[in-house]
T-cell receptor, first 112, second 113 residues
C-alpha cells in the first residue's frame, strides 16, 4: 500500500459532461502528479502540482485542469468529456517532481 | 516527442526460471530510470530505480542493468513466481532537470506454474 487514495474507483459519464476526480497524497509528500492510462498503454503525464501550483503539464488540452489544496490533496477536472477520455486516471505523490512516484489504484472513467 | 519503448510486449516464463524484461530509451539525456509493476486493477508499483552514474543495481530478487552506450535498460527477476505476473513498465526522466517521468508501453509477464 502506498498511502495514495483515489476516489471514486469507477465512474461512468456521457459525452459532453464534466467530471472531478480526487486524490489524497501519501503523508509527507507535497507533490502530486496525474497520469492518464489508456487500455494497453503506459501512463501519460497530464500535469503536476507542487505546493498548490501547477508545476508542469503534458500534452493535454485546457479542458483538463486541476487543483491542489493546502493539505496536498488534489483534484483533476475534465470538462466537455469526449469518448477518447475513457481511461484509467492515476494519481501519484512524490517528494519532488521526478523522484519515484507512488501511485494510487486509479479511477476508471468510462465515457459513453 | 521522445518516449520509452520496449522490445517485447509479452513474455511467458516457467515458474522458478529467471525473467529478463528489456527496455530501450530514446532520450540520451535521461539520467534516472525506474521500473514499475502493475497488476490488474491496481496502480503501478515501484520496483527498483537506477541513476545514470550506475550500470547495475540489485534489490530483492530483482536486478536492473543500465547500458547508456546503447540506451538500454533491463529488469531481471530471479526465480520468477506466479505473483510476479503483471505488466512491467520502465520510465525515464531527466532528474537534474526536474522533468516528469515518461513511461513506455509495458511488457506483460506471464508465469507458467
Amino acid at each position: 500500500e502506498t498511502g495514495v487514495t483515489q476516489s471514486p474507483t469507477h465512474l461512468i459519464k456521457t459525452r459532453g459532461q464534466q467530471v472531478t476526480l480526487r486524490c489524497s497524497s501519501q503523508s509527507g509528500h507535497n507533490t502530486v502528479s496525474w497520469y492518464q492510462q489508456a487500455l494497453g498503454q503506459g501512463p501519460q503525464f497530464i500535469f503536476q502540482y507542487y505546493r498548490e501550483e501547477e508545476n508542469g503539464r503534458g500534452n493535454f488540452p485546457p479542458r483538463f485542469s486541476g487543483l491542489q489544496f493546502p493539505n496536498y490533496s488534489s483534484e483533476l477536472n475534465v470538462n466537455a468529456l469526449e469518448l477518447d477520455d475513457s481511461a484509467l486516471y492515476l494519481c501519484a505523490s512524490s517528494l519532488t517532481m521526478s523522484e519515484k512516484l507512488f501511485f494510487g489504484s486509479g479511477t476508471q472513467l468510462s465515457v459513453l | 516527442g521522445e518516449s520509452v519503448g520496449l522490445h517485447l510486449p509479452t513474455l511467458s516464463v516457467q515458474e522458478g526460471d529467471n525473467s529478463i524484461i528489456n527496455c530501450a530509451y530514446s532520450n540520451s539525456a535521461s539520467d534516472y530510470f525506474i521500473w514499475y509493476k502493475q497488476e490488474s486493477g491496481k496502480g503501478p508499483q515501484f520496483i527498483i530505480d537506477i541513476r545514470s552514474n550506475m550500470d547495475k543495481r540489485q534489490g530483492q530478487r530483482v536486478t536492473v542493468l543500465l547500458n547508456k552506450t546503447v540506451k538500454h535498460l533491463s529488469l531481471q527477476i530471479a526465480a520468477t513466481q506466479p505473483g510476479d505476473s503483471a505488466v512491467y513498465f520502465c520510465a525515464e526522466t531527466l532528474n537534474s532537470g526536474n522533468t516528469p517521468l515518461v513511461f513506455g508501453k509495458g511488457t506483460r509477464l506471464s508465469v507458467i506454474a
